[in-house]
């Protein structure tokens, strides 16, 4: 039983005094709704996790090792979302928006070297979004992740047909979208994959290769079908209003 509440602990933060810290005081505060909620976590949270300049925290958000994040300025993390930050820590950029019910997950515990999630400025993490980031995620400026997208920085190794799968270890190279990126709803990014700079991943899209800057990807698993600088969209479509 003490083996399981220490690995539990250690689980959950950098130590039990600051695990008990940062459980207290989102028990105090965590449910209290509207924006006088969002007011005071804006304030109490500063002594347990990272803020440069005033971010918004709704009700419900759930933060694990506290000390590992770090909110730009105008960050906003909608209700129920979910993060956990060991050890390499989470940082969400400036005017950057995580919706509700979104998880982003580091949980290394295996010493990976590159593990952690980096969002840039006024990115926006749809609803029910997943990101782990175990081999490291880094997201550029001007990202957008629709709903149920999924970001998986890490995969298993399963070559050894003698030996169960979750035994033969994983493998964690990483993702990265460049800035101004556009991921659909529902699309899977696999490891080891960059989405490039502009490029677009259609809705409901496995992605296992890189995307270039500018290109569209569709399907499972999603191939290249436009290049926008070669072959750009028409300059207007009169069938659509765009706002």
């Given at each position: 039983m003490r083996e399981q509440l220490s690995l539990y602990l250690a689980r959950q933060a950098t130590s039990l005094?600051?695990?008990?810290?940062?459980?207290?005081?989102?028990?105090?505060?965590?449910?209290?709704?509207?924006?006088?909620?969002?007011?005071?976590?804006?304030?109490?949270y500063r002594a347990i996790l990272q803020m440069d300049g005033?971010?918004?925290?709704?009700d419900g958000v759930r933060i694990r090792f506290a000390d590992n994040v770090r909110l730009?300025?105008?960050?906003?993390?909608?209700?129920?979302?979910?993060?956990?930050?060991?050890p390499a820590g989470i940082s969400i950029g400036p005017g950057s928006l995580v919706m509700k019910n979104?998880?982003?997950h580091v949980y290394n515990f295996r010493a990976l070297p590159h593990a952690g999630i980096r969002i840039g400025a006024r990115s926006l993490i749809g609803e029910s979004c997943i990101l782990r980031?175990?081999?490291?995620?880094?997201?550029?400026?001007?990202?957008?992740?629709g709903t149920l997208v999924q970001l998986l920085a890490?995969?298993?190794?399963?070559?050894d047909t003698s030996r169960p799968i979750s035994q033969q270890g994983i493998t964690a190279a990483g993702?990265?979208?460049?800035?101004?990126?556009?991921?659909?709803?529902?699309?899977?990014?696999?490891?080891?994959?960059?989405?490039?700079?502009?490029?677009?991943?259609?809705?409901?899209?496995?992605?296992?290769?890189?995307?270039?800057?500018?290109c569209v990807a569709v399907g499972n698993p999603a191939r290249v079908v436009r290049d926008l600088r070669r072959d750009p969209l028409p300059a207007r479509q009169p069938e659509l209003v765009v706002y």
């Open positions: 005094p600051r695990y008990v810290a940062e459980q207290v005081l989102q028990a105090a505060l965590g449910w209290v709704p509207s924006i006088v909620g969002v007011g005071l976590r804006g304030l109490a005033m971010a918004a925290i709704e730009g300025q105008g960050v906003y993390l909608d209700h129920g979302s979910y993060l956990h930050a060991c979104a998880i982003l980031g175990q081999g490291g995620i880094s997201i550029g400026d001007d990202v957008y992740l890490v995969n298993h190794v399963f070559t993702i990265s979208v460049a800035d101004g990126a556009w991921i659909g709803s529902g699309a899977i990014v696999l490891d080891g994959v960059r989405i490039g700079r502009n490029a677009v991943v259609g809705a409901g899209a496995v992605v296992t290769k890189d995307v270039p800057d500018y």
